[in-house]
T-cell receptor
Framework: AQSVSQHNHHVILSEAASLELGCNYS??????LFWYVQYPGQHLQLLLK??????LVKGIKGFEAEFIKSKFSFNLRKPSVQWSDTAEYFC??????????FGSGTRLLVRP | GAGVSQTPSNKVTEKGKYVELRCDPI?????LYWYRQSLGQGPEFLIY????????DSGLPNDRFFAVRPEGSVSTLKIQRTERGDSAVYLC????????????FGPGTRLTVT
């Protein structure tokens, strides 16, 4: 069965620091990869997605992620975080079925 | 336009009772998904509908859980004989088609079984 691992459960950063959140998945076939974000009091929103092509994908709010097939990874990055990036971030994978398999999430706290 | 809506937003029930959770997807979306999110975990897939039929119910934990989507729009998740372990946030998502890029999530129903 597929699984998704997010290595950092809690991350605390100061504003302007750089961010990298790790994500690894177990499936060896063709996958679609996602990062979702949940801001406090809000529902899950899509941050970015990878389906094919350029392995470096750019999403909203300055986030980007790199798909490295050989490492089964899809890490999320942002060069300079803001206080408003405080949220929970979920990595997810979708294979030939239509359901999403989520990681356990990373809670990011950005201190002003 | 309106997003995915779910009612109620919160539900507290006693162990052993029956509950129904409702999901109203985005108009025109043919695919509808139910997920469950326990504390400290990511959402876990329960069931997926394409139109009126359940195309994949492999995530339903046992036969106390059942879901319907009789007219291909609104869906109801039904839980019989609730147990304290059923306490979680139940999320609904919809997408235009099953292979669409994005699933749009609703705000969830927080179920607490006492």
């Amino acid at each position: 069965a597929q699984s998704v691992s997010q290595h950092n459960h809690h991350v605390i950063l100061s504003e302007a620091a750089s961010l990298e959140l790790g994500c690894n998945y177990s499936y060896g076939g063709t996958v679609n990869l996602f990062w979702y974000v949940q801001y406090p009091g809000q529902h899950l929103q899509l941050l970015l997605k990878y389906f094919s092509g350029d392995p470096l994908v750019k999403g909203i709010k300055g986030f980007e992620a790199e798909f490295i097939k050989s490492k089964f990874s899809f890490n999320l990055r942002k060069p300079s975080v803001q206080w408003s990036d405080t949220a929970e971030y979920f990595c997810a994978v979708k294979d030939s079925s239509y359901k999403l398999i989520f990681g356990s999430g990373t809670r990011l706290l950005v201190r002003p | 336009g309106a997003g995915v809506s779910q009612t109620p937003s919160n539900k507290v029930t006693e162990k052993g009772k029956y509950v129904e959770l409702r999901c109203d997807p985005i108009s025109g979306h043919t695919a509808l998904y139910w997920y469950r999110q326990s504390l400290g975990q990511g959402p876990e897939f329960l069931i997926y509908f394409q139109g009126t039929g359940a195309a994949d119910d492999s995530g339903l934990p046992n036969d106390r859980f059942f879901a319907v989507r009789p007219e291909g729009s609104v869906s109801t998740l039904k839980i019989q004989r609730t147990e304290r372990g059923d306490s979680a946030v139940y999320l609904c998502a919809s997408s235009l088609k099953p292979d669409s890029y994005e699933q749009y999530f609703g705000p969830g129903t927080r179920l607490t079984v006492t």
